[in-house]
């Protein structure tokens, strides 16, 4: 049993980051069972998942959308806020009551949540029929933990380990158009509302050569397009010391040729000239940025750990929205941080104004336990924080609506995804900018990129004919 301890995770050495390849275990034990993953939390996650299902598949196990008939269930869990925690232990009532009648079901968790010692020791208390607890630096442990599991042992095994780069790593990918993209894991920020960085460990970027080769390959295999991961892209290459960053891996990429190329997320802090300039200068590089902002308050900014100012922020969404033609910003706000007064949220709401963005995500403050701000004393109340947050989305929905408006009768050209999930008659997909288009078409033009005119819009999404 080896537990987490968010402690190590802060006091961080300047080690060398260990790039391991891949060795898989195979076993037959598992052949033709079922597994049930369920996955939350953000993209990053959603990658991970495509991981552990390459390890699964690899067993010759087959995925059900059912719970009740799988033989292992695995829960890929989120630590952002406190909401996402109490929607896996919620599933975990669901669990703990199937694993009555079928104790031979195998139960894992892993992600985020695994990789927090207060998790891991209710899990150890109350949650003792789960088989394995694996963390975000072991995913590739996977299928040795089942193999020792099925032999009936629980095994708890989360490092808090600075990171290493695991790369020969067999995805299954869920699509066949868009793919995801890995090019550096962990956070270094500690922004002070925020687990990850003790979650997913020590900022570290994967070799160019290593990425370009996937991305290669992703292009030979068909996709359309590829969306470069990480908590903070603009950081790549910072551990290199060779003068390699962001934008000299975004080049490369984009002189591949596959037709989209998207990244998330990046951090306002350190966005270059020369990142702008290549987003700006490569046509299949799509004009498309999400910029959190988190508060619009230099107080709150600063208590925060941001490093930007609120003027900062301003200066470089102004140098983007000039230099790179047609570009879409959304961000990350969070109403509520501790003692936020209503002047530190009407400058938030003061930058919501002049930036105009396409959309964003807004969040209330949500304490997370071992990070600075979790013990700062709070004198706002839960129904201030709430009264703030609709008033904020309120002000950012009619500034996406009226983004969205603007396209009426424009044609553009959109990757068309799939068959729409709300209307089977249609079709759906993804502009340039990243506006989702319910549109009026052609199956056959799933995994195209086409012409569709728009012909109407709402605050979340854009309505369009195929021409
Ligand atoms: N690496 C990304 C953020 C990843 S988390 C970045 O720095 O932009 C996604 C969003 O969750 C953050 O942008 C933030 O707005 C929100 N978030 C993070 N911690 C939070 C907390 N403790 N309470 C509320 N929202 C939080
Ligand atoms: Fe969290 Fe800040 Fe890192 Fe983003 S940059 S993951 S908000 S610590
Ligand atoms: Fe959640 Fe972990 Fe992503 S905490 S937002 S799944 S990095």
């Known amino acids: 049993m080896n537990l987490p301890n968010s402690k190590d995770a802060r006091l961080r050495t300047k080690n060398e980051v260990e790039y391991i390849y891949d060795n898989p275990v195979s076993s037959n034990k598992f052949l033709n069972k079922k597994y049930y993953l369920r996955t939350y939390g953000c993209q990053m996650n959603e990658h991970d998942s495509e991981q552990i299902e390459g390890i699964l598949s690899s067993f010759g196990m087959q995925s059900t959308e059912v719970m009740e008939e799988a033989d292992v269930i695995i829960l890929n869990t989120c630590a952002i806020r406190e909401n996402a925690h109490e929607k896996v232990f919620g599933y975990l009532g669901r669990i703990k009551h199937l694993k009555k009648d079928r104790p031979e079901v195998i139960v894992c968790l892993g992600g985020c949540m695994s990789q927090e010692v207060g ?48 790369e020969n790593v067999n995805f299954k990918r869920a699509s066949k158009i868009s793919a995801w993209v890995n090019i550096i894991f962990g956070c270094d920020k500690f922004c002070t509302y925020c687990i990850v960085p003790y979650t997913r460990g020590k900022e570290r970027s994967r070799k160019m050569d290593e990425i370009l080769s996937e991305c290669k390959k992703l292009k030979e295999e068909g996709y359309q397009e590829i969306t470069l991961l990480g908590q903070n892209v603009n950081a790549y290459g910072h551990d290199f010391e060779d003068g390699t960053e962001f934008s000299t891996l975004l080049e490369e990429v984009a002189k591949i040729g596959i037709p989209r190329i998207r990244f998330v997320t990046s951090h306002p802090w350190n966005f270059t000239d020369k990142m702008i300039d290549v987003i700006a200068k490569y046509p299949n590089i799509m004009p498309y940025v999400h910029l959190p902002l988190q508060s619009g308050s230099n107080n709150i900014l600063k208590l925060m750990g941001r490093k930007y100012t609120k003027e900062e922020y301003l200066e470089l969404y102004n140098k983007m929205k000039e230099r790179i033609p047609n570009v879409a910003i959304t961000t990350d706000i969070i109403v509520g941080f501790p003692n936020e007064t209503e002047e530190d949220f009407e400058n938030t709401l003061d930058v919501v104004r002049k930036c105009e963005f396409d959309g964003g995500f807004t969040f209330i403050y ?101 021409i």
């Open 119 to 166: 998790v891991v020791e209710e899990v150890l208390k109350r949650h003792s029929y789960i088989n394995i607890v694996f963390g975000t630096h072991n995913i590739n442990e996977l299928g040795s933990m089942l193999i020792e599991a099925s032999k009936g042992k629980q095994d708890i095994e989360v490092y808090s380990k600075e990171g290493d780069v695991i």
């Open 366 to 466: 949500s304490p997370r336990e071992g990070t600075p701000a979790a013990k700062m004393k709070d004198s706002v109340t839960l129904k201030e924080k709430e009264e703030r947050l609709k008033r904020l989305n309120t002000l950012m929905n009619e500034y996406s609506l009226k983004h969205n408006k603007e396209y009426i009768n424009k044609t553009v050209k959109v990757l068309i995804s799939g068959v729409n999930e709300k209307d089977d008659t249609k079709t759906m997909g993804y502009t340039e900018t990243m506006k989702l288009v319910n549109v009026k078409g052609s199956k056959s033009s799933i995994g195209k990129i086409v012409d569709v005119k728009i012909t109407d819009a709402k605050s979340f999404s854009l309505d369009g004919e195929e």
